[in-house]
């Protein structure tokens, strides 16, 4: 009996060897055809043979790495097969979600077939799993600012206000949103633009003056006879009468105010321009003046005369100064042309026909060099250039090239009309006009 109860520990001594040793012998086994798979695949990879992928597949379903996965990608990148790199890079991108070369090829082969919407989906989807490389960087900076076009082309367009551009197509206006989807038919004969009220000025096709609301419903209306109104603004709005003079109306449609002029502009920071004769002043809303004698008051498209808490008035109809609200010169820049100020950067200001920016003070940010420019809005700028319209960001560098006829001002969106061909057409910046 004992002699077998000696035995029972050699046994399970001399099995747990053989376990050893059969483990070991698999192992070295597996390893063995791990790397002759790996061999074989980029034997046949440098040739681009497709038994390179036979070989992988083997090499994968032995050891999965991350590695390897990036090696097929090479392979399929090296041999013009962009539809497999990319469903790939999506399965790699599943397997290895941390790993920032997945979402560095995906984004390189969808910029490859111009497909930038993807490019964004996947530098977010990076960024929401805080995946980050230098490589991805400097992708997410080749795409900062490429675009695409809607297709509709219109006969005119104007700047967005509220994310709503007004549009023209056969002499009839309406608006689209951002993305340039209709939201107000083309049926009007005139329109303002939509204010932080909701509602936008129109004039219909048989002269009728009124407001409508964002579903292009008529939303506020009178029975007394206008001929046009301005934008709301401070509960307050411009109205042309029917003798041609205007007035200054509450949303109740009665007078703010005793006096009427010739023009009168929307307000804004509490401030407008209004003119009698051939003189032009800035008032407020109470229409006291605050700077009266003026040769010109600059407006810009939506009929503000004031922004930034700076005006650009003229003295005498040939040069332009700017002032602030309460009318007192601001700098000692004179300009032969200006544009007044889109937000709180930059405003785009003529000298000796050449076309730069100045700060609020009055401080060059960008010397005069260009043809023509609009002020800066969202951080970029339209200017004209050797007879084309492009965008420079505050660097002072092209950002998209000057190849249209004509630009307006971008959203915050990224949403712009540009001219081509002699219409207008929707340019929309990838990185910025995306779905909410």
Same mark, same amino acid.
């Given at each position: 009996?004992?002699?077998?109860?000696?035995?029972?520990?050699?046994?399970?001594?001399?099995?747990?060897?053989?376990?050893?040793?059969?483990?070991?012998?698999?192992?070295?086994?597996?390893?063995?055809?791990?790397?002759?798979?790996?061999?074989?695949?980029?034997?046949?990879?440098?040739?681009?043979?497709?038994?390179?992928?036979?070989?992988?597949?083997?090499?994968?379903?032995?050891?999965?790495?991350?590695?390897?996965?990036?090696?097929?990608?090479?392979?399929?990148?090296?041999?013009?097969?962009?539809?497999?790199?990319?469903?790939?890079?999506?399965?790699?991108?599943?397997?290895?979600?941390?790993?920032?070369?997945? =979402?560095? /090829?995906?984004? $390189?082969?969808?910029? @490859?077939?111009? *497909?930038?919407?993807?490019? %964004?989906?996947?530098? !977010?989807?990076?960024?929401?799993?805080?995946?980050?490389?230098?490589?991805?960087?400097?992708?997410?900076?080749?795409?900062?600012?490429?675009?695409?076009?809607?297709?509709?082309?219109?006969?005119?367009?104007?700047?967005?206000?509220?994310?709503?551009?007004?549009?023209?197509?056969?002499?009839?206006?309406?608006?689209?949103?951002?993305?340039?989807?209709?939201?107000?038919?083309?049926?009007?004969?005139?329109?303002?633009?939509?204010?932080?009220?909701?509602?936008?000025?129109?004039?219909?096709?048989?002269?009728?003056?009124?407001?409508?609301?964002?579903?292009?419903?008529?939303?506020?209306?009178?029975?007394?006879?206008?001929?046009?109104?301005?934008?709301?603004?401070?509960?307050?709005?411009?109205?042309?009468?029917?003798?041609?003079? =205007?007035? /200054?109306?509450? $949303?109740?449609?009665? @007078?703010?105010? *005793?006096?009427?002029?010739? %023009?009168?502009?929307? !307000?804004?920071?509490?401030?407008?321009?209004?003119?009698?004769?051939?003189?032009?002043?800035?008032?407020?809303?109470?229409?006291?003046?605050?700077?009266?004698?003026?040769?010109?008051?600059?407006?810009?498209?939506?009929?503000?005369?004031?922004?930034?808490?700076?005006?650009?008035?003229?003295?005498?109809?040939?040069?332009?100064?700017?002032?602030?609200?309460?009318?007192?010169?601001?700098?000692?820049?004179?300009?032969?042309?200006?544009?007044?100020?889109?937000?709180?950067?930059?405003?785009?200001?003529?000298?000796?026909?050449?076309?730069?920016?100045?700060?609020?003070?009055?401080?060059?940010?960008?010397?005069?060099?260009?043809?023509?420019?609009?002020?800066?809005?969202?951080?970029?700028?339209?200017?004209?250039?050797?007879?084309?319209?492009?965008?420079?960001? $505050?660097?002072?560098?092209?950002?998209?090239?000057?190849?249209?006829?004509?630009?307006?001002? !971008?959203?915050?969106?990224?949403?712009?009309?540009?001219?081509?061909?002699?219409?207008?057409?929707?340019?929309?910046?990838?990185?910025?006009?995306?779905?909410?």
């Amino acid at each position: 009996m004992k002699s077998h109860k000696l035995l029972i520990p050699l046994v399970v001594v001399l099995l747990f060897g053989l376990s050893l040793y059969y483990m070991a012998s698999n192992a070295f086994s597996t390893a063995s055809d791990y790397n002759k798979y790996l061999e074989q695949a980029r034997e046949q990879a440098a040739v681009g043979t497709v038994s390179a992928l036979d070989f992988y597949e083997k090499a994968l379903e032995i050891n999965p790495t991350a590695d390897v996965y990036i090696e097929v990608a090479d392979y399929f990148k090296n041999n013009g097969l962009s539809y497999d790199l990319i469903k790939w890079c999506r399965n790699m991108i599943e397997t290895y979600p941390n790993d920032s070369r997945g =979402y560095e /090829y995906i984004i $390189e082969a969808y910029a @490859a077939d111009e *497909k930038y919407d993807k490019c %964004y989906d996947y530098l !977010f989807s990076a960024s929401k799993r805080k995946v980050s490389s230098e490589k991805l960087d400097e992708l997410s900076e080749s795409l900062k600012y490429v675009y695409h076009f809607d297709y509709t082309r219109y006969n005119d367009a104007s700047v967005f206000s509220n994310n709503l551009s007004a549009v023209c197509s056969e002499e009839k206006w309406g608006f689209v949103n951002r993305y340039g989807v209709s939201r107000v038919r083309t049926i009007y004969k005139e329109v303002g633009v939509f204010t932080n009220s909701g509602l936008a000025p129109v004039v219909d096709q048989e002269g009728n003056a009124y407001f409508i609301n964002i579903e292009g419903e008529k939303a506020l209306a009178t029975l007394e006879k206008y001929k046009k109104f301005g934008n709301i603004s401070d509960d307050l709005f411009p109205a042309m009468a029917g003798n041609g003079k =205007y007035l /200054y109306l509450n $949303e109740k449609f009665e @007078a703010a105010g *005793k006096n009427s002029y010739d %023009y009168a502009s929307t !307000f804004n920071q509490k401030i407008a321009a209004v003119k009698t004769g051939s003189q032009w002043s800035l008032i407020d809303t109470k229409e006291n003046v605050i700077l009266d004698g003026l040769k010109e008051v600059v407006l810009d498209e939506k009929g503000i005369a004031a922004r930034n808490d700076r005006c650009f008035v003229s003295n005498d109809g040939s040069s332009y100064i700017m002032v602030d609200l309460k009318g007192n010169r601001v700098g000692n820049g004179s300009y032969e042309a200006v544009r007044i100020f889109n937000d709180s950067t930059y405003a785009a200001v003529r000298v000796n026909n050449k076309w730069g920016f100045i700060d609020k003070d009055g401080n060059y940010f960008i010397e005069p060099s260009f043809e023509e420019a609009r002020s800066f809005s969202c951080g970029l700028a339209a200017v004209k250039t050797t007879g084309d319209w492009g965008f420079i960001d $505050e660097s002072g560098s092209f950002v998209i090239a000057p190849t249209f006829e004509d630009a307006k001002d !971008f959203n915050a969106k990224g949403s712009c009309f540009v001219q081509i061909d002699g219409t207008w057409r929707l340019l929309e910046i990838y990185r910025l006009n995306r779905e909410d």
